[in-house]
Each structure stands twice: as C-alpha cells, then as structure tokens.
C-alpha cells in the first residue's frame, strides 16, 4: 500500500528500477493470508511483519544500501530512500578505500536514528506481540533497551513495558551498521529480519463495514508463506516480496535516470 502512495510513490518511479522476489518458499519466510492485489489494505506500523516482507534499497551493482523489514509508511519510506542515494554516493566515490567505505556506512546509518522525525518514531512502536515474544528471549535479543524490566515483568507474570523496547526503526539502523556495504546475494536475511512472531496477519480482505474481522470466514482463509509456522499466532502481511534496486539483470537495472539528488 505505501509503495502505491505519495511520496513514495513519485520518488519510486523517477529515481528507481523496481523489481519483486518471492521468498514465501524460503525457510525464513513467515506466515499469512494470501491477499490479492485488488484486496483491501489497512494501515500498520513501521517494520510490522519482518519476516513476511523486506524493502531492499541497492545501488546498482547489487550491493545493499539498505533494508527495511516488514511494512513501512510512505513517508518514513521517503526518508529512508533519501537517505539511501547519500550512502550510494559514499558507496561510488573512488577516492575512499573499502574500510573508509564500511566505517562511514556504520556511523551513517547509526547516525540516522537521531535525524528520524517524531511522527517516525511514533509509527516504529513494535507491536504488542511482538515485544511479548521478544521478552520470551530477552537474555540474547537485540530489541530490547531495558533488559531489567522486560525480565522482571516477565518473573512477575506481568507485560513487559512498551519503553524498554527499541523501536523499529532502531532496531533496522542498528542490524544494517553491522552489514556494510554487502551484495544482495550474500545479505543474511534470516538473521536480519528475525523479531517478533513469524505468523502475521491482519485479515485484510475479511473485514467488515465497522472494520471489525469476521473470525469464522477468516479461520477458513489460504495462506501464503512458510507452513511449519502456520500454529503460531496470527500477525500481518501477506505479500512475501523484496524490492530491490536491481542485481545482475540488465533487463531491469543501471538504464534508470539517477536518483538521489533532490
């Protein structure tokens, strides 16, 4: 939905050659309806649904600039678009060496969490389930700013508070810093888009008029994605695609006007 919309939409079709990649045949897929294209669509927060769904923005090569897990508004898509052409450019200059390359990539994107806008913040919250089964494994998960409380919530048989979780758009800025600069080919997906539940699904297409889910007629509903997840609770996105900037098709990629300078 957000990549159909303003502004992304406009910045997509000027500066960008898209393409799609089915991964729901990929052990780290997740699970969820199969929607299609001219079925309903709902609003959902930053990076909901990571296993389902990755954007992957590259430069022309192949090689990854950026990769945002999950669902993302069209404005916070803008932003990280944006950001993306400035890595490019630091990516394409001759005059820097690969380890001048890799550190600038790391302070970048760290850097970037601070430049984030409020409204992207406030859109980045992690679902609710998400951080309770983020608190299952609090002792080795990278999500979690206060660790403390997560586990004494959890030794307390309570929920554990939304702040002692990063947000989102954290958590991408932090994984992709310690990936600089890798080809799409060798970016270790799995390990990049795994928090939260893997089944993630928000009935879309089996909503009502007043935007309640019918429950019977969604119970009955075909899924798309990795099956051996399917008994785990419900969550987001139907659609397991990655958009990417091109690598190794000459049908598709390097003849796009240059992007990145507006």
Not at 144 to 169: C, E, H, L, Q, Y
Request: charged share 20%; net charge positive.
């Amino acid at each position: 939905m957000s990549l159909s919309q303003e502004p992304a939409f406009s910045t997509l079709k000027n500066y960008f050659v898209c393409g799609t990649r089915d991964i729901s045949n990929e052990p780290y897929a997740g699970l969820s309806g199969s929607h299609d294209v001219s079925g309903n669509a709902v609003d959902t927060t930053n990076g909901a649904g990571p296993h389902n769904l990755q954007l992957f923005i590259l430069s022309a090569d192949g090689t990854v600039l950026t990769c945002l897990p999950g669902y993302w508004h069209s404005q916070d898509l803008l932003t990280e678009m944006q950001f993306a052409s400035q890595l490019n450019q630091v990516w394409l200059n001759p005059k820097l060496s690969r380890g001048q390359k890799d550190q600038m990539f790391k302070q970048m994107h760290l850097a970037h969490i601070d430049q984030h806008s409020p409204g992207m913040v406030r859109r980045s919250k992690m679902q609710g389930f998400d951080m309770q089964y983020e608190a299952k494994r609090a002792n080795r998960s990278d999500t979690i700013v206060d660790r403390s409380a997560v586990i004494s919530a959890a030794n307390s048989g309570m929920k554990p508070p939304p702040s002692a979780f990063k947000t989102t758009d954290e958590i991408m800025h932090e994984r992709m810093a310690q990936r600089p600069f890798v080809a799409y080919n060798y970016f270790d997906v799995a390990a990049y888009s795994d928090y939260g539940k893997q089944k993630y699904d928000k009935h879309e297409d089996y909503r009502t008029a007043d935007g309640m889910v019918d429950k019977q007629a969604a119970r009955n509903a075909p899924t798309i994605g990795n099956k051996q997840v399917e008994e785990r609770p419900m969550g987001r996105r139907g659609r397991r695609q990655a958009m990417y900037n091109a690598p190794n098709n000459p049908a598709l990629w390097g003849n796009g006007p240059k992007w990145g300078t507006q």
